[in-house]
Structure formats: structure tokens, C-alpha cells
């Protein structure tokens, strides 16, 4: 079974600068999210999504963060503009169902923000 | 709001000796817990859960952690490590008012020969 897959893997933008990053959960999984975790923490979790619908994204910065998973598949996760504190790993995981079901978390994608 | 504590942030230990990983946890509410790991150049994967039932829990490695409400802690524990469990384990906990993890911050266990 394939897992969880991001890309692109690493990314160096200049601040002020847009940058999206994707996501392709295990097939079948109708929950998705996507965390921050910044170098020396735990990872965060920015939005959950349950198929194609928010289910909690109540510590995305809204004013810069946006994200979309319009066919409850896939998912892309944006910044505009970016800020040199938004430099991080953004994961993405996915469960079979809501609640306390495994997340699978997919290998990062590691933003360097200059 | 749930949050988590891992009281060490590295924890160096010999080969075949016993280690423990510490998790502290606040929340108003029942509460999940997770262990996961996150090998070197590998994504985070679940190594034990408790949700209900027996406060013990195990992982098919050899990881075993207990559940202490009273003392609101999650440790973990392994009596005999090996070089490959050189890894970085995160303590998690969630709750039913959205099933959310938050995380700790991280324990980087070095085991050494």
C-alpha cells in the first residue's frame, strides 16, 4: 500500500514570496491534515480536513495560509506571502476516518524561508 | 486545552540498557495518548496508543507505556535498547472535542554500542 506523499520535498523561497505544497493521502482516507513543525518542536497541526471539508483549521494564519482539498483527495497547502518565520517542515497525514484512527504521516516537505 | 511535556529533550543511553522517555500531560478532559517515532530520513509513525481499557500498552518492538491519570503521565519505557532505536519519539494527546494531536516538543534518543 503506497503512503502518504508530499512534494515537493524541500523548497527555498525569498520572504515575501508565494510557495504551495501538495499532498496525496493513502487511498480510502477521508481525513487529511496538515501540521508545521518548526525545527526543536512538535508538530502543530494547521488544518483538518474531513473529505472535502474544514473540519478545524482554528490555528491556520488566515491572512497568509490557505488551504483546498476540492475532490476530498488530494491537497495543496499555500502561502502568500511567506515570512522568515514560516521557514519549517509542513507534513501532511491521513486517517481512515475522524477521530482516533492511526495518521499516517507522509515525509515533509522543508520550507526555507530567506 | 490539552498540552503535553517532554521533560528531556535528548536522552543518550548505552546498548542493552533501559530507558525511559518522559510524558507529562494537562487537560480538563479525558484524554488520548500517542507515542510516535520518527526514525532518521523517515516520516512520524504511531508506536503505542492508549485509549481506554488497560493502562499498559505495548509495541510490537519492545516499547511499553503506562497510562497514570493521577500523576497525569505517559511514559515510556523499554527495558533493553538496540543502535536502532536511535530516534526522535514525540508523546501526543488528543481529546473527543476534535480529536486534534497536540504534540510535545520531542525526546531524540542516541543509543550508543
Known amino acids: 500500500e503506497a503512503g502518504v506523499a508530499q512534494s515537493p520535498r524541500y523548497k527555498i523561497i525569498e520572504k515575501r514570496q508565494s510557495v504551495a505544497f501538495w499532498c496525496n493521502p493513502i487511498s480510502g482516507h477521508a481525513t487529511l491534515y496538515w501540521y508545521q513543525q518548526i525545527l526543536g518542536q512538535g508538530p502543530k497541526l494547521l488544518i483538518q480536513?474531513?473529505?472535502?471539508?474544514?473540519?478545524?483549521d482554528s490555528q491556520l494564519p488566515k491572512d497568509r495560509f490557505s488551504a483546498e482539498r476540492l475532490k476530498g483527495v488530494d491537497s495543496t497547502l499555500k502561502i502568500q506571502p511567506a515570512k522568515l518565520e514560516d521557514s519549517a517542515v509542513y507534513l501532511c497525514?491521513?486517517?481512515?476516518?475522524?477521530?482516533?484512527?492511526?495518521?499516517?504521516f507522509g515525509p515533509g516537505t522543508r520550507l526555507t524561508v530567506l | 486545552a490539552q498540552s503535553v511535556t517532554q521533560l528531556d529533550s535528548q536522552v543518550p543511553v548505552f546498548e542493552e540498557a533501559p530507558v525511559e522517555l518522559r510524558c507529562n500531560y494537562s487537560?480538563?478532559?479525558?484524554?488520548?495518548l500517542f507515542w510516535y517515532v520518527q526514525y532518521p530520513n523517515q516520516g512520524l509513525q504511531l508506536l503505542l496508543k492508549?485509549?481506554?481499557?488497560?493502562?499498559l500498552v505495548e509495541s510490537i518492538n519492545g516499547f511499553e507505556a503506562e497510562f497514570n491519570k493521577s500523576q497525569t503521565s505517559f511514559h515510556l519505557r523499554k527495558p533493553s535498547v538496540h543502535i536502532s532505536d536511535t530516534a526522535e519519539y514525540f508523546c501526543a494527546v488528543s481529546d473527543n472535542s476534535g480529536y486534534a494531536l497536540n504534540f510535545g516538543k520531542g525526546t531524540s534518543l542516541l543509543v550508543t554500542p
Open positions: 480536513f474531513q473529505n472535502n471539508g474544514v473540519v478545524d
Open positions: 487537560s480538563s478532559v479525558s484524554v488520548y
Open positions: 492508549y485509549l481506554s481499557g488497560s493502562t
Open positions: 497525514a491521513s486517517s481512515f476516518f475522524r477521530g482516533l484512527d492511526e495518521q499516517f
